[in-house]
Each structure stands twice: as C-alpha cells, then as structure tokens.
T-cell receptor, first 110, second 113 residues
Framework: DAKTTQPPSMDCAEGRAANLPCNHS???????VYWYRQIHSQGPQYIIH???NNETNEMASLIITEDRKSSTLILPHATLRDTAVYYC???????????FGTGTRLTIIP | EAGVVQSPRYKIIEKKQPVAFWCNPI?????LYWYLQNLGQGPELLIR????????DSQLPKDRFSAERLKGVDSTLKIQPAELGDSAVYLC???????????FGQGTRLTVV
C-alpha cells in the first residue's frame, strides 16, 4: 500500500471548516483513499473513502486532486466532538488490511 | 445493533503472567482483526481472520502471542508470558469481507508492571 504523509497536529475554531491534508504521492491506480478518526479512549471510526471523484457524506467531504497525489478531508462545521486523531490510509479496495500511520491530531478550540 | 464488544476494558498484570483478551464481533461479520496500539502511534495489525481461518498473522509474535477464533465468531488473543513492552491498547475490529468499513471495539488497555 502507498505511504501517506499527514501533519502531526492542527487546530481549528469551533464552527469553522476543518481541512485536513494528506499526501500520497505514490498512490497507484487501483488504490482508494480512506479516512478514519479516533476519539480519545475509543477505537478508530470510519469516516469516508474515495477513488478519484470528490465524495461527501453526513460526516465529511473528501477532495482528491486530479493527479490523486494528495487529498483533503473537510469537516464543514467543526464541533468540540470532532477533536480526535485523523488517519489517512491508502489501500486497494479488495485488500482487507488497514495500515495506519501516526495521523493528524485535530483540536477544536471553543 | 451492538457494535464490536471487547473485554476487559482494562487489565493490569505482573510481567511473566499470562493474559487473555476477548472480542465479540458484529453479528454476521466474517472478517475479524486484532490490532496493537502503542501510545502516540496508530494501530498495527497483529492478525486477521476470515471466518475461522487466520489469513494474515505475519505480524503476530508467535513466541508469546496466540489467537483463536472458534466457530468463526468470537475471538481470543492471549499473551504468555507478558513482558513490560506489551503494555498497549489491544483493539479488535470486524467487517464483512470486501466491505469498505471496518468497525472497531473500544479496546483493552493492558498495563504490565
């Protein structure tokens, strides 16, 4: 699976959009971008995934660049409950293994 | 619907003692994972089951760690004997084979003293 690079930490004001970047320059054509988050003392939680088109669900939006070498997870109106570590993962759709990096620790500031 | 259930939530043991963790996956999920998470790090896969078969155990330290998934449902992860460096959170997850989403339990925090 391709390697991902994320900033170790970010802050965002409550109510603002949180934009979390991820670089995956070695991504291959059949690899998807997945995002999970882990709130303190809980297991990771799936957020969203995509291949090349932008995706949106009730939790977030995922913007993937045209060359697919980077992506951004957007939490449109961040709340205090969004404080967590966010993991960007690249893997084949048929590959059942999730390989986590160290993620981005997002802190929402009141 | 109940999520992935793990027990115990916390365990403190002395080094060289055995310890076991239990996981009950979401009903119907045929894929089950055990992950290890050290402080400040992302989870690392220890073993993955498809039904009762361990299909990926390459990262499981087999000299002291063992796992089983009888009847393809519940699973147990055992450490014998435990070492100080085994202090970590042990996470269980489950999914339907080929599904996009894996569901994680809350984990078991192990402290070896």
């Amino acid at each position: 699976d391709a390697k991902t690079t994320q900033p170790p930490s970010m802050d965002c004001a409550e109510g603002r959009a949180a934009n979390l970047p991820c670089n995956h320059s070695t991504i291959s054509g059949n690899e998807y971008v997945y995002w999970y988050r882990q709130i303190h003392s809980q297991g990771p939680q799936y957020i969203i995934h995509g291949l090349k088109n932008n995706e949106t669900n009730e939790m977030a939006s995922l913007i993937i660049t045209e060359d697919r070498k980077s992506s951004t997870l957007i939490l449109p109106h961040a709340t205090l409950r969004d404080t967590a570590v966010y993991y960007c993962i690249v893997k084949d759709f048929g590959n059942e293994k999730l390989t986590f990096g160290t993620g981005t620790r997002l802190t929402i500031i009141p | 619907e109940a999520g992935v259930v793990q027990s115990p939530r916390y365990k403190i043991i002395e080094k060289k003692q055995p310890v076991a963790f239990w996981c009950n996956p979401i009903s119907g999920h045929n894929t089950l994972y055990w992950y290890l998470q050290n402080l400040g790090q992302g989870p690392e896969l220890l073993i993955r089951y498809e039904n009762e078969e361990a299909v990926d155990d390459s990262q499981l330290p087999k000299d002291r760690f063992s796992a089983e998934r009888l009847k393809g449902v519940d699973s147990t992860l055992k450490i014998q004997p435990a070492e100080l460096g085994d202090s970590a959170v042990y996470l269980c997850a489950s999914s339907l084979y080929g599904a996009t989403e894996a569901f994680f339990g809350q984990g078991t925090r192990l402290t070896v003293v």
